[in-house]
């Protein structure tokens, strides 16, 4: 539980992460992921309530934990005056790292991160990609057994993004511990054995992406769309098939129509019975994104 | 043995100084230079040509009187932007407080840090201005190393009480208001560039709440080998009670801001 005066912005989450498991926190802006990961990472007390991380108390053993931690903030906060070698030394020396540990760990790293060549340029003129591939290497530089990644892709091109997942999914083999908040579906796809939903402080549900799937969404959904003022006819036609087994839950939004449907063929057999003639028609594969938008709401939350 | 946290913060700064050095040092040893040059030499010579002037400062000469209280004030006003500008970057500008806590670091961590920082860097520029005092003739060196301890004690206290303060401001704006509203009046004010007997009565009082006066007093009288206006344990005591309770509370308000 965590509050600000009379705002709460974690009402109370119950999950426990096993070692070496890839952990999401998902939600929209504002679901609370952020002072969740600030209250596991004991940089911010807990208001109410149990936590326990690597066995230790955060509120107690503070310096102890975090020296076990690894942490990936959502902003850079990377020191504009050091050099990337020594942001990463400077950091590593808040962990009292003997200086020869650092040299060979700092070599490592900036190999894992492909960011050798920069090693010793400013941190000012990497591309943002680069920047949080440094902060990446910054969280690893104590060898943390918990590594929490707050956005980790947030803000980053395609390429970056992926450079940057295949690098934490070599962390997850290595049977590092990862917690990350995300509001990127493909990323808690890509990356999380097991996450939670989280909206408005509250966790909505729990599992693993394909349970997630299974659970609150169909397993294909059929897209479509109708020329100018169609759309609200097909709809009302579909809406009295209810029972049909082809079809198990409609959405309209502005621009398509999304059938919810076991088999997508089927469904479209349904449409084409009904002579409704939409302009384009797509079969696809539910996705996180679509349990995402069904149990945080599709209005735009700030 | 583990290293006392603090001191890991201040290899930090260490480390960032090799890239600013030049920067923030010689600025803050050009500017008394060229203030004991344009005032303590240039003003100072009409003041010294003016009968009686020896005995109302009891000083050999203005430059004599003029230096030492410089040398505290500048002390004071490295102190000053060693609370600000760093605080400042840690907090807002950069960020780097807010990602030094996820480490072992803890808030008052990086509270103490700055202020050993601010210890070495003052050290550093007050030994140096002495140095070129001495070259100008102003101070003796060896009554000026003396001299340098309260100026710089004085200039820590500053840091402290000021990085207290900045640490619980969002805006960047509030600098340049304290250094206009606040830091040139001290430097100006506090018995540097000419004797508070001068100052209105009703005025006058007001320095005894200026940690910068007892800061020039002990300074000067070091320094000339005099007495400081008042007993030596009141203007130490002043400094040291401001030192303690800006060492208190920013502990305490640098934990506030970042561990929430």
């Given at each position: 539980?965590?509050?600000?005066?009379?705002?709460?912005?974690?009402?109370?989450?119950?999950?426990?992460?096993?070692?070496?498991?890839?952990?999401?926190?998902?939600?929209?802006?504002?679901?609370?992921?952020?002072?969740?990961?600030?209250?596991?990472?004991?940089?911010?007390?807990?208001?109410?309530?149990?936590?326990?991380?690597?066995?230790?108390?955060?509120?107690?053993?503070?310096?102890?934990?975090?020296?076990?931690?690894?942490?990936?903030?959502?902003?850079?906060?990377?020191?504009?005056?050091?050099?990337?070698?020594?942001?990463?030394?400077?950091?590593?020396?808040?962990?009292?790292?003997?200086?020869?540990?650092?040299?060979?760990?700092?070599?490592?790293?900036?190999?894992?991160?492909?960011?050798?060549?920069?090693?010793?340029?400013?941190?000012?003129?990497?591309?943002?990609?680069?920047?949080?591939?440094?902060?990446?290497?910054?969280?690893?530089?104590?060898?943390?057994?918990?590594?929490?990644?707050?956005?980790?892709?947030?803000?980053?091109?395609?390429?970056?993004?992926?450079?940057?997942?295949?690098?934490?999914?070599?962390?997850?083999?290595?049977?590092?511990?990862?917690?990350?908040?995300?509001?990127?579906?493909?990323?808690?796809?890509?990356?999380?054995?097991?996450?939670?939903?989280?909206?408005?402080?509250?966790?909505?549900?729990?599992?693993?992406?394909?349970?997630?799937?299974?659970?609150?969404?169909?397993?294909?959904?059929?897209?479509?769309?109708?020329?100018?003022?169609?759309?609200?006819?097909?709809?009302?036609?579909?809406?009295?098939?209810?029972?049909?087994r082809r079809i198990e839950r409609l959405e309209s939004l502005p621009d398509r129509l999304l059938v919810y449907t076991p088999d997508g063929d089927a469904a479209i057999d349904a449409v084409n019975e009904l002579a409704l003639d939409p302009l384009t028609l797509l079969t696809r594969r539910a996705s996180l994104e679509d349990v995402f938008l069904r149990l945080t709401g599709r209005q735009l939350i700030d | 043995m583990a290293t006392p946290i603090a001191l890991r913060v201040l290899e930090g700064h260490a480390r960032a100084y090799r890239h600013t050095w030049r920067g923030t040092t010689i600025g803050a040893l050009v500017r008394p230079a060229l203030f004991l040059t344009a005032i303590g030499v240039g003003l100072g010579t009409l003041v010294d040509d003016r009968a009686g002037t020896a005995d109302a400062l009891a000083a050999p000469t203005y430059l004599a009187w003029f230096a030492p209280g410089l040398l505290?004030?500048?002390?004071?006003?490295?102190?000053?932007?060693?609370?600000?500008?760093?605080?400042?970057?840690?907090?807002?500008?950069?960020?780097?407080?807010?990602?030094?806590?996820?480490?072992?670091?803890?808030?008052?961590?990086?509270?103490?840090?700055?202020?050993?920082?601010?210890?070495?860097?003052?050290?550093?520029?007050?030994?140096?201005?002495?140095?070129?005092?001495?070259?100008?003739?102003?101070?003796?060196?060896?009554?000026?190393?003396?001299?340098?301890?309260?100026?710089?004690?004085?200039?820590?206290?500053?840091?402290?009480?000021?990085?207290?303060?900045?640490?619980?401001?969002?805006?960047?704006?509030?600098?340049?208001?304290?250094?206009?509203?606040?830091?040139?009046?001290?430097?100006?004010?506090?018995?540097?560039?000419?004797?508070?007997?001068?100052?209105?009565?009703?005025?006058?009082?007001?320095?005894?709440?200026?940690?910068?006066?007892?800061?020039?007093?002990?300074?000067?009288?070091?320094?000339?080998?005099?007495?400081?206006?008042?007993?030596?344990?009141?203007?130490?005591?002043?400094?040291?009670?401001?030192?303690?309770?800006?060492?208190?509370?920013?502990?305490?308000?640098?934990?506030?801001?970042?561990?929430?």
């Amino acid at each position: 539980m965590k509050r600000f005066g009379a705002f709460t912005a974690v009402a109370g989450i119950d999950v426990e992460v096993a070692r070496g498991e890839a952990f999401g926190f998902l939600g929209p802006n504002g679901a609370g992921k952020t002072s969740a990961m600030r209250m596991i990472g004991a940089t911010s007390p807990i208001s109410e309530g149990h936590l326990r991380v690597l066995g230790l108390d955060p509120e107690a053993d503070g310096v102890e934990l975090r020296a076990r931690l690894g942490v990936v903030p959502q902003e850079d906060t990377l020191d504009q005056d050091l050099t990337v070698e020594e942001n990463l030394y400077v950091f590593g020396r808040y962990f009292d790292l003997p200086r020869r540990t650092l040299r060979t760990r700092i070599d490592e790293l900036l190999d894992f991160v492909q960011l050798s060549d920069r090693r010793n340029d400013k941190v000012d003129p990497l591309s943002g990609g680069m920047k949080r591939r440094l902060v990446i290497a910054r969280s690893l530089i104590n060898d943390p057994e918990l590594v929490l990644l707050d956005e980790p892709t947030t803000g980053l091109d395609p390429q970056a993004r992926h450079a940057l997942w295949e690098r934490l999914y070599q962390l997850k083999q290595r049977g590092v511990t990862l917690l990350l908040t995300t509001h990127y579906m493909d990323e808690a796809e890509q990356l999380c054995d097991r996450l939670v939903v989280m909206d408005q402080g509250h966790i909505v549900a729990e599992g693993s992406p394909r349970q997630l799937i299974e659970r609150h969404v169909s397993r294909e959904v059929v897209e479509l769309r109708f020329a100018d003022g169609q759309q609200a006819h097909a709809l009302e036609r579909l809406e009295q098939l209810d029972g049909d087994r082809r079809i198990e839950r409609l959405e309209s939004l502005p621009d398509r129509l999304l059938v919810y449907t076991p088999d997508g063929d089927a469904a479209i057999d349904a449409v084409n019975e009904l002579a409704l003639d939409p302009l384009t028609l797509l079969t696809r594969r539910a996705s996180l994104e679509d349990v995402f938008l069904r149990l945080t709401g599709r209005q735009l939350i700030d | 043995m583990a290293t006392p946290i603090a001191l890991r913060v201040l290899e930090g700064h260490a480390r960032a100084y090799r890239h600013t050095w030049r920067g923030t040092t010689i600025g803050a040893l050009v500017r008394p230079a060229l203030f004991l040059t344009a005032i303590g030499v240039g003003l100072g010579t009409l003041v010294d040509d003016r009968a009686g002037t020896a005995d109302a400062l009891a000083a050999p000469t203005y430059l004599a009187w003029f230096a030492p209280g410089l040398l505290a004030a500048s002390l004071m006003q490295a102190g000053s932007a060693d609370g600000m500008f760093p605080v400042m970057a840690g907090m807002r500008w950069v960020g780097t407080y807010r990602s030094a806590i996820n480490s072992p670091v803890r808030p008052r961590d990086l509270f103490l840090g700055n202020l050993l920082w601010s210890v070495a860097r003052i050290a550093v520029i007050g030994l140096a201005f002495v140095m070129i005092a001495a070259a100008f003739g102003a101070i003796p060196l060896g009554r000026g190393l003396l001299a340098v301890l309260p100026a710089a004690l004085n200039g820590v206290v500053t840091t402290a009480a000021i990085s207290a303060f900045v640490v619980t401001r969002d805006s960047p704006q509030v600098l340049a208001g304290m250094n206009r509203f606040l830091i040139l009046p001290m430097f100006l004010f506090s018995g540097t560039f000419f004797p508070v007997e001068q100052l209105p009565d009703t005025v006058q009082p007001v320095v005894l709440i200026i940690p910068l006066w007892h800061g020039v007093e002990l300074t000067r009288a070091l320094a000339l080998s005099s007495d400081p206006a008042l007993p030596w344990g009141w203007h130490l005591g002043v400094i040291a009670a401001v030192g303690l309770v800006g060492v208190l509370v920013g502990s305490r308000l640098f934990t506030g801001r970042l561990r929430r």
